[in-house]
């Protein structure tokens, strides 16, 4: 795919990979953790650039697709179907780099995503009490960390990366909540499970 710099307009011949399976390319699945997959630095100016494609992250060994369609693209029908028939499959629709990274690291963790979500949004929800803005903030996993597996959540604000540390117990209640409201639970297929999906069952 050709690139171009979003600072000097340098035009750059870049890797597109269409299909990411971890368990024949295992070094892809770093490279997705740590989203260096989807950059690229610019030759002339060395701005780091954003790469958007699609593609269809596989990890069987977790029973994992993630597939990575941006600006609202959809799968090819029939390969979707035929995905949809693998049994015990976990499958997830996102559109942006950011989003897979997000997730693959979520499930890396060994967490539920539906249930991060809805961590998250009850840590803005809180968070907001004291500063409005935080509504609307785009929270992020980041990595689970110390002896109480304390979750790390990342959001913009104030022009920069900010970060919240929230206890492990916000996880397990949320658990609780999801296995007490069964009909939230992600539909069946590629679902996008993100921000929009747990306003829908829990505004």
């Known amino acids: 795919m050709e690139a171009v710099c979003t600072n000097c307009g340098y035009k750059h011949a870049a890797e597109e990979i269409q299909g990411i399976n971890v368990a024949e390319n295992p070094e892809l699945k770093a490279r997705v953790r740590d989203g260096s997959l989807f950059v690229w630095e610019c030759p002339c100016c060395g701005q780091r650039n954003l790469l958007r494609f699609q593609t269809l992250y596989h990890d069987p060994s977790r029973k994992l697709m993630i597939w990575l369609l941006p600006d609202g693209s959809r799968p090819p029908e029939a390969v979707a179907e ?81 970060a919240v540390n929230i ?31 747990v306003n829908c069952f829990f505004r």
């Open 167 to 197: 206890g492990f117990n916000v996880y397990e209640d949320a658990r609780a909540i999801m296995a007490r409201n069964p009909g939230a639970a992600p539909s069946d297929g590629f679902a996008t499970v993100d921000r929009e999906w």
């Open 82 to 162: 035929a995905i949809k028939a693998l049994h015990g499959y976990t499958l997830r629709r996102v559109c942006d780099p950011g989003a897979l990274v997000e997730k693959v690291n979520i499930f890396e963790a060994g967490l539920d995503d539906a249930v991060m979500e809805l961590c998250k949004y009850v840590t803005a929800m809180e968070m907001a009490q004291k500063n409005p803005e935080a509504a609307d903030a785009q929270f992020r996993f980041v990595r689970i960390e110390g002896a109480d597996n304390d979750i790390v959540l990342a959001f913009p604000m104030n022009g920069g990366m900010q």
